[in-house]
């Protein structure tokens, strides 16, 4: 499997926090049910807070915590009020959130924050900067990485979810400040290298969910690298492929790809095709219609697509056993409808049950594991998501460059 270097990154060993002013970038972007913004999933939160409360015990820093949710647009972009509350549940940690992000409360706080004291910014993406990509030496510019950088003295990024982003909390601040990666960071690391270097072929990628656009990008490193031996899929990602090969899914699920922004990227689904791209789509679909629910063919879809049908979950449940590697990205079907989930739960228990290493890449999927997939010594749950994809499949990552920059810049590495 193709891998790129990794080169020697900081760990905050390297650093001495001890009752020093820190920013850490930390990930509890957690899936939310947007009509009463109930979360859904708060593994992420439950892990960073375990390991926020570890390093408070340790340097007792006055620790500056910023994350992002969702995006401007979307029906999950919220603030992180919530988040406060179930990071102070979870650590046990008394964490004031603030109601601003670089405003001129937010820099007031965190210039009086003392040693041991813990402060959450609001959603960072409430700042438009933070939404565009660029490179490190552009996003050190912005106002967002300066205002920060001019009140902490120490950059922490155990973010790795977001490795795979550009943006000023990622790549700005590493090039302002001494910077390390956390201990939530580095364990992916250690984990995915592993995973890379123990793991031989057949290795087959289950993609599904809403992330079109960011799983293409996925695909096309993959094929690239030549790091997959079949791509299975669901969701709007299998009904995007079958539109590029020509097939007909039926008026009413192009009406969804085209609220999704998704219809301009058929030709380069195409395009993914015609370089011979290993790339299953489904042979039939649950659907939900005026008439109920019912299994249909392709070719013969009336009603919206709501979960990959039951031939179809026969075939992936084969393939998926005789993989040494699977890696799992997305949910295959609407899970968030009971009645939606089986496509889905038959593919998890398939790679369960198989002989291969199986990594869950995060993200929706990972809300229905069991606790014995958390215990086992042949998965690994990665809070990465496509991050962890990307990682695999030999792409280099904007927050892992910028690090390394940030340690010859500051440490003389």
Known sequence: MSVWTIPKLPTIRDLNLRERKVFMRIDINVPIEPEEGKILDDRRIRVHAQYIRKIVEEYNPALVLGSHQSRPGQADFTTLEKHAELLIKYSGLNIEFVHDVIGPTALEKIRSLKPGEILLLDNLRLVSEEILEASPERQALT??????????????????????????????????????????????????????????????????????????????????????????????????????????????????????????????????????????????????????????????????????????????????????????????????????????????????QSKGFVLVAGGHLASMLTSDWESSNKVHVSLGGNATLLFMSGEELPAIKAMELSAKMFLGW
């Open 143 to 352: 106002i967002f990485a300066r205002r920060i950088a001019s009140v902490v003295e120490f950059y922490v990024n155990d973010a790795f979810a977001t490795a795979h982003r550009s943006q000023p909390s990622i790549v700005g601040l590493p090039l302002l400040l001494p910077s390390a990666i956390g201990p939530v960071f580095e364990k992916e690391i250690n984990a995915l290298s592993r995973v890379l270097s123990e793991n031989e072929p057949p290795r087959i990628y289950v993609l599904g969910g809403k992330k079109v656009i960011e799983l293409l990008r996925v695909i096309e490193t993959l094929v690239r690298n030549k790091a997959v031996d079949r791509i299975l899929t669901g969701g709007l990602l299998a009904q995007l492929f079958l539109l590029a090969k020509g097939v007909d899914i039926g008026r009413e699920n192009i009406k969804v790809l085209e609220e999704n922004g998704i219809l301009p990227y058929v030709s380069r689904a195409r395009y993914l095709l015609m370089r011979g791209a290993p790339i299953e789509t489904p042979i039939d679909f649950i659907v939900k219609s005026e008439r109920g629910v019912e299994n249909k063919y392709i070719g013969n879809i009336d009603g919206v697509i709501m979960d990959i049908g039951i031939q179809t979950a026969k075939i992936y449940e084969e393939l998926v056993r005789e993989s040494k590697v699977i890696v799992l990205r997305g949910p295959l079907g609407v899970i968030e409808e009971e009645e939606f989930r089986q496509g889905t739960l038959r593919i998890l228990e398939a790679s369960y």
